[in-house]
């Protein structure tokens, strides 16, 4: 087994100060602590920061960021915008898409032809190289330059892109792959026979903290009960849903459980539910965690997941989670923490809230169960013990 000291992780976005998506932080935050155990470390990233129009918004140039040297590089100026929607919308609706258009779809994606430049010139200076997540162009033609020394880093979820042709290619044309789940690693056998010596299971290293509870609701005049959801709000993310399943319990139960959200994007709420929607959007980690601590339970709606940090930030709180079913990852965790319950449909959601409601202990035990959880897999010794195995054997 050899050592792999010269490190170099590619991302989509990178933020110099605060955290923009969950892959994208996963990725930050092992190369941040990749560097500080001493590996040489280089980030390479895009200008942008919205993933919407990936606009170049930051200056291009390599820069000094705490312990990493992160050299951002102009998004691509000629995508043709129509073309990939044109493309995704019919991946979206899970109509039969051609070698072609998939092809299309990923090279008018978020790309930089000025990163792939750098790689060309300068792979032969990185042991290994970590890209992530796997739907975009910058991931995809990045680990073209130099497949045999590429980590992918894939943040998989289960949803029309993981099953076009290309992403077959992808997977196979890569080194090896670092999962931050089991279940995620299972959906990469099932559609591509990944094998499992190409690959191990890292995950994210949290950091322990110390919450009051009662600080939150006592800041923002809460005196209700409150379940708390925390990150983007879209569909995908499932927060329609647990909206539209709060009305009806609120209505079916007459209980008086008002709902907090933090993070960023439109609350659609049915306007009888809005003014019990408390959104103080982006708030500081210590009022996030306090607000978490707070909750009754943290609701976790999303069917798209491949690392639930939120969950584990909430675990640490002390808070249990109630998460969907149909996200096999997010219940994978629950059970692995015995730290939440999950609903397939509202008439499990309103029997597990009921629960959680009316048996603190059982509230207790739950939150105390993930917390443990947590501080025993994600304390990040032990994730950078997983993260160095798997740099210097795979």
Known sequence: MSRADRLAFIAPRFSETGTIGGAETLLKQLAEHAAAAGRNVTFLTTCAQDHFSWANTLPPGRRRCGRLDVHFFPVDADRDISAFLRVQAEIDCGAPIS??????????????????????????????????????????????????????VPCLHDEPFAYLGIMRGLFDRVAGCLFNAEPERELARRLYAYPDAKSAVVGMGLEPFAADPAAFARRRGLTQPYVIYSG?????????LLCDYLLAFRERTGRDLKLVLTG?????????????????????????????????????????????IVLLEAWLAGTPGLVHAGSAVLRW??????????????????????????????????????????????????????????????
């Open 264 to 308: 960023s994007g439109p609350v659609d709420a049915p306007p009888a539910l809005q003014e019990h929607v408390l959104d103080v959007g982006f708030v500081s980690e210590q009022e996030k965690h306090e607000a978490m601590a707070g909750a009754v339970a943290f609701v976790h709606p999303s069917v798209n997941e491949s690392f639930g």
């Open 333 to 394: 965790q629950c059970r692995q923490a015995q730290g939440g319950l999950w609903f397939r449909h509202y008439s499990d959601f309103e029997e597990s809230l009921l629960r959680l409601l009316d048996d603190p202990a059982l509230r207790r035990a739950l939150g105390e169960a993930g917390r443990q959880y947590v501080r025993r897999e994600y304390a990040w010794p032990a994730v950078e013990k997983r993260l160095f195995n798997a740099l210097n054997s795979l």
């Open 99 to 152: 070698p072609p258009d998939e092809e299309t779809w990923i090279q008018n994606s978020v790309n930089s032809r000025a990163l792939c430049e750098h790689l060309r010139a300068h792979g032969g200076d990185y042991d290994r190289i970590l890209a992530g997540p796997y739907l975009f162009g910058v991931t995809y033609n990045a680990s073209r330059v130099w497949p045999e020394k590429t980590l992918l």
């Open 232 to 240: 983007r709000r879209e569909l995908l993310k499932g927060t329609p």
